[in-house]
């Protein structure tokens, strides 16, 4: 055994923190309930159980792989820095007048979110830039004096700093930074023009804020994080997941948090095109549903969607528009609050509601006995036989069905009745974001396979494809840490994006290839930082649209440098992606585009084909019991199938459970499971062809 092969992903989730050990000898899980006052602590109990799984000493292993909802918690409970704000004179109130869309057309009391920083410490100086880079205003640099006295006695912990067209030229927000720095050493200060040079002054100022409002936070974390392994015995590196899927050091991390958004689901969406690959599917839904939130992501062609920008932090029923809008790389998913601690309720209207609201792990579901006294569904799925309240995470944790009983009582049900009516509201929650997630993105849902993941995902699994027509489904080994594990799959990456305007019709050559030239320096060097000499392989992705259009769509383009027959290469490769999302392209019109995106990551190894298994024995079954079948609307005797005895072209016809120790499996009435060579399960609906 070399140390060399021993890595550990750890995912801190809303309700558990997941730990997934890669050892010689296979693989080591875990979940641990997380620690919301000492978040290291859940992934130091984690490590230690999953290495003594394993028969290792915390000092074997040789790399710890981070993902966490920090910086999303941070910014949706408002949690984070004292933060100043400098922008240009006369853009001081861009990110509380936001986009001045309405996301409830006819809600009359509706309130928009509060921005982050509050006008009283956001501050104006007089400079401007130019869209091109020139200088219309030059900065004074006695007024940047003036206004460092008014930051410094104000106690501010975090500056950020955003002025007018800084991705065109960055030359005055590095003024004011060096200005401060030299006031104030160790003030935390950012700059949109280092994290977000990109046009378009709303997500560029609310990223920089973002990244400023959290960062001392996140900083002191990590550095507790690190120093409470470096005391238990773990001596191994720590790297971070980041949103857009790829693995970047402490450092990055710390100096740029906001790339940690959606670290988690990341995981989750790297998990589930792995398998992908491996079957050889290139249409594919992933289905992620923890404790708290249910992600949805797709995925083709072997890999998830990405994109630029991203809302975090919805107030308004996790409606599009009522969050804050940040420009950051970013696997594109759908994320909505329905997760096994979702809190069902009856609104002012007498309708049953369930989440956004969380049990979380403190208190937890109220079958779980520590103080939780709300229905979730949790306890809808216990009422309804699908989970075994002796054998609930491996028997770690014992649950109650009088307390479940209890808390869905106070719904006015039967307790049948209203678990039922839970679990029905949940999966239609999610069946409806992901119909509403394909069709934003041109697709036909029916011809998508899932794979679904996360504590939760594989009791939903079966009905939710039921809803949406989907005809298979897979349920990798592992599916119950699966962000977990997709940690220890991502590549070293990192995406340089820059703000350079350009009409095709007078393309600048010089200007496009030098700035290409500077963002894959600047990508390389921080992906060499952690990767250190391992092949890597560059993407390349401009935001394009046609002239007089409000907004952009990625198109992938070669990476070399640009010559003038490329030109129309970067006008037909626009033409097939629009078509492809509208099913039309526009005579006539020039096209455009507004920002570039490169990105470097290390090579990931070719996943080994997975042998479809169609056909199979039957399965050992471990006993009979009882759940009830959603879609027959009654409860039916199903076979309780251990996971182990899944072996490949083992089979179970459904209704039956398929159980282990992180997750358990609902095969409802109208589906079968095989069991595949890679220990995946494969659910299959049964008039339909494997």
Known sequence: MTKTDIRIGVDIGGTFTDVALQHPNGLATCKVLTNYNQPEQAILDGIIEATEQAGLELSDIDQVIHGTTLVTNALIERRGAKTAFITTEGFRDVIEMRSENRFEQYDLNLTLPKPLVPRQDRFTLKERMGPNGEVLLALDLDEVDTLISRILDGSYEAVAIGLMHSYANGAHERAVEKALRAASPDLSISISSAISPQMRELPRFNTVIANAYVRPQVADYLSRLVHR????????PVFMLHSGGGLITLETASEQPVRLLESGPAGGAIFAADFARAHGLDKVLSFDMGGTTAKICLIENGAPKTANTFEVARTYRFKKGSGMTVSTP????????????????????????????????????????????????????????????????????PLHVDCSERAAGKLNLEPQDAAFGITEMVDENMANAARVHTVENGRDIEHFTMIAFGGGAPLHACRLCEKLGISALIIPPGAGVGSAIGFLKAPFSYESTRGLFQRLDGFDLEAVNAALDSMEKEARDFVEDGARGAPTETRLTALMRYSGQGWEIPVLLPHRAFADHDIQTIQTAFEEAYRTLFGRTIEGLPVEITNWLLTVATVLPDADAVERHSEGSDASVLRERTFFDAALRKT????????????????????????????????????????????SLLLVKKEANA
């Open 229 to 236: 392994l470096r005391e238990t015995g773990v001596k191994a």
């Open 636 to 679: 039916v005797t199903a076979k309780e199938v251990a996971r182990g005895d899944m072996t490949p072209g083992k089979m179970v016809s459904g209704p039956a459970i398929i159980v282990e120790n992180e997750t358990t499996t609902i095969v409802t009435s109208g589906y079968r499971v095989i069991g595949q060579g890679d220990g």
């Open 330 to 397: 970013v696997v594109e998913m759908v994320e909505i609050g329905a997760g096994g601690g979702s809190i069902a309720s009856i609104d002012a209207m007498g309708r049953l509601q369930v989440g956004p609201r969380s049990a979380a792990s403190e208190p937890g579901p109220a079958c779980y006995g520590r103080g939780g006294t709300e229905p979730t569904v949790t306890d809808a799925n216990l009422l309804l036989g699908r989970l075994d309240p002796d054998n609930f995470a491996g028997g770690a944790i």
